[in-house]
């Protein structure tokens, strides 16, 4: 059995609405007014209830600025109910107290606020409005003492690419759960903004994982994540293969890391169009016209994705299978989904690499101890897991190799935190 072969959508990004009190220049959806025919509470509960069919395991309700959803708490709920993990992507400016408490009560499980400067005039100027910065620190402050968890997002620009790093250890200094970078896909209201270039791309990468390798212990929680830049798994499993990084913050940067696009992820807009990510725009269906199981299982683009039929450098990489390239950059680069990436500077080694996925096996003995994982938890640390296997050549994922992985975060307690895969076997 490979984990990563399980066709199903673990995670689904719901745009619940279009509207939005923000006017940020990158953002993809060009959120401003609400959309003509959103989707209606009826409408969103019965998708969520499509979603628990199919086993999806998290869904991120965001917008927009989903606060500005009158049935959001509704949705929240239900979905939570139906055996869904629940997070809420805002830019914060609308959370409180009040709204933090009823998030908590309707069963959300954590909360993304977005933050783009430790600078409060560079952030308000960014998202256009002046007062956000204080609003969002606000919204971070008011969700920790509800008991929700916080995940601190920044969208990775020229304007503060330097200041990353620094964002990194603010997050952790203000006790979030995590810290993620967004690096820039040039769609939506964004197509015109300028990228940082791949070299810098690719050394904030290494900074990231310095940061990450930094907090892997057991007593320290704080997780990093470099979304939109699925060659981090690259430099992880570079690293992870020269002995220069343990094997627990590589397991902990490898799960989740790489390009779901279509293959464990699916974006549903606010008026029921599927796509297989925010910044692909590729039709594959909507929900108000057939069945979102039909949708996820429907010959092309989608099986091509998950086959990784790639073209270019890609289609050459011998790290194709953690990796697989950004497809949204690919396509906006060169009109090509299945193109190269172009912000990737690696030259594969292995050119005539034959495309599919590489077979990683598990045994009996070591699904019986992934099982113990909890469902929402679990496609995430076997994917970690796998990732990790790839990278030093193992075959086989059996109990002892779970051991191993997980003895990692007990050897490196001094280096500080833990995360969802210490509970492995």
């Known amino acids: 059995m490979n984990a990563l072969a399980e066709s199903r ?105 977005s933050l783009d400067s430790l600078d409060p005039e560079k952030h308000d100027a960014f998202r256009g409005q002046k007062g956000a910065w204080n609003k969002a620190l606000r919204a971070i402050e008011v969700c920790l003492a509800e008991g929700l968890e916080v995940a601190l997002q920044t969208s990775v620009l020229p304007m503060n690419h330097e200041e990353v790093p620094r964002l990194a250890a603010f997050a952790r200094e203000k006790g979030v759960r995590a810290f993620n970078a967004y690096f820039l896909v040039c769609t939506g209201r964004g197509e ?57 913050a590589a397991v902990m940067l490898l799960a989740g890391a790489g390009c779901p696009a279509g293959r464990s992820y699916l974006r549903i807009g606010p008026e029921g169009d599927v796509t297989p990510c925010p910044y692909l725009p590729v039709a594959l269906g909507n929900v108000r016209r057939q069945p979102l199981r039909e949708i996820w299982q429907q010959p092309e683009p989608l099986q091509k994705l998950r086959r990784l039929e790639l073209r270019g450098r890609c289609g050459a990489c011998e790290f194709r299978e953690p990796c697989g390239g950004c497809r949204a950059r690919a396509l906006a680069a060169s009109g090509d989904l299945f193109g190269e990436d172009p912000w990737c500077t ?80």
């Open 9 to 113: 959508p673990q995670v689904v990004s719901w745009n619940v609405t279009q509207a939005c009190n923000l006017r940020c220049p990158h953002c993809y959806l060009g959120a401003a007014k609400r959309a003509a025919r959103e989707l209606s509470t009826k409408e969103g509960l019965s998708l969520i209830d499509e979603l628990a069919a199919l086993g999806t395991e998290l869904l991120i309700l965001t917008g927009g600025e989903p606060l500005l959803r009158r049935d959001l708490l509704t949705l929240a709920r239900h979905a939570s109910g139906s055996g869904l993990m629940v997070v809420v992507g805002t830019n914060g400016t609308l959370l409180d107290a009040h709204a933090a408490r009823a998030l908590k009560e309707s069963w959300v499980r954590g909360v993304g606020i």
């Open 192 to 248: 015109k903004l300028t990228d940082i270039t791949p070299q810098q791309h690719e050394a904030l990468l290494e900074e990231l994982i310095a940061v990450q390798a930094r907090h892997s212990g057991e007593e320290d929680r704080f997780m990093v994540r470099a979304k939109c830049a699925p060659h981090v798994k690259r430099l992880v499993c570079e690293r992870l293969r020269r002995g220069d990084i343990s094997p627990v």
């Open 346 to 425: 690696h030259q594969p080694a292995a050119r005539d690499a034959a495309p599919g996925r590489s077979a990683i096996a598990w045994t009996e003995e070591a699904l019986a101890r992934i099982a113990k994982v909890p469902p929402f938890l679990r496609s995430r640390v076997m994917q970690g897991v796998e990732a990790y296997a790839g990278a030093r050549g193992i075959a086989s994922i059996t109990p002892e190799l779970l051991i191993e992985v997980r003895a990692a975060f007990t050897r490196s307690r001094a280096a500080g935190r833990t995360d969802e895969s210490s509970k492995v076997g």
